[in-house]
């Protein structure tokens, strides 16, 4: 019976929810523990600017949440399983991913139509944008002057 440092863990690497600022990071335990049960991960990322590898975190299950990561720049991931008797090799990230939210700015809605009025009021209609950027529309800001 021989006891060493676990294998890497098991990809391929699910980076999920990404936004400007983090991402969830997830992998599957090693297949060889190396005879000693998994102690936690250590989870780091590279910046591909700077070419740094740092600190995102440990984890003791096999998910972390990326927290403070730049707004534009482009990030790779690695995981190292941990048991008492040392560090795996990485398991490392399939692809860069960029730090930035899911959707954008929408487009602007068409120009407003006057439909009916009075001295008192004023009814508007007008088009949705061809673009909504990616989120649902929850409303409209609209200004006189």
Same mark, same amino acid.
């Given at each position: 019976?021989?006891?060493?440092?676990?294998?890497?863990?098991?990809?391929?690497?699910?980076?999920?929810?990404?936004?400007?600022?983090?991402?969830?990071?997830?992998?599957?335990?090693?297949?060889?523990?190396?005879?000693?049960?998994?102690?936690?991960?250590?989870?780091?990322?590279?910046?591909?600017?700077?070419?740094?590898?740092?600190?995102?975190?440990?984890?003791?299950?096999?998910?972390?949440?990326?927290?403070?990561?730049?707004?534009?720049?482009?990030?790779?991931?690695?995981?190292?399983?941990?048991? %008492? /008797?040392?560090?795996? +090799?990485?398991?490392?990230?399939?692809?860069?991913?960029?730090?930035?939210? &899911?959707? =954008?700015?929408?487009?602007?809605?068409?120009?407003?139509?006057?439909?009916?009025? %009075? /001295?008192?009021?004023? +009814?508007?209609?007008?088009?949705?944008?061809?673009?909504?950027?990616?989120? &649902?529309? =929850?409303?409209?800001?609209?200004?006189?002057?």
């Amino acid at each position: 019976y021989v006891v060493g440092p676990p294998g890497p863990p098991e990809g391929p690497m699910d980076i999920t929810g990404i936004h400007k600022n983090g991402c969830k990071i997830a992998w599957k335990p090693p297949k060889d523990d190396g005879g000693c049960p998994i102690e936690h991960y250590i989870v780091e990322k590279y910046d591909t600017d700077t070419g740094i590898w740092s600190l995102v975190g440990t984890s003791p299950t096999c998910d972390i949440q990326c927290k403070d990561l730049e707004p534009g720049k482009e990030y790779e991931f690695r995981v190292r399983a941990v048991n %008492s /008797e040392g560090e795996s +090799d990485n398991l490392k990230s399939l692809r860069p991913i960029i730090a930035k939210d &899911p959707f =954008t700015v929408p487009l602007p809605p068409s120009a407003p139509d006057v439909v009916d009025w %009075s /001295e008192a009021h004023m +009814d508007l209609e007008w088009k949705e944008p061809i673009d909504d950027g990616g989120s &649902p529309i =929850t409303g409209y800001i609209i200004e006189m002057k």
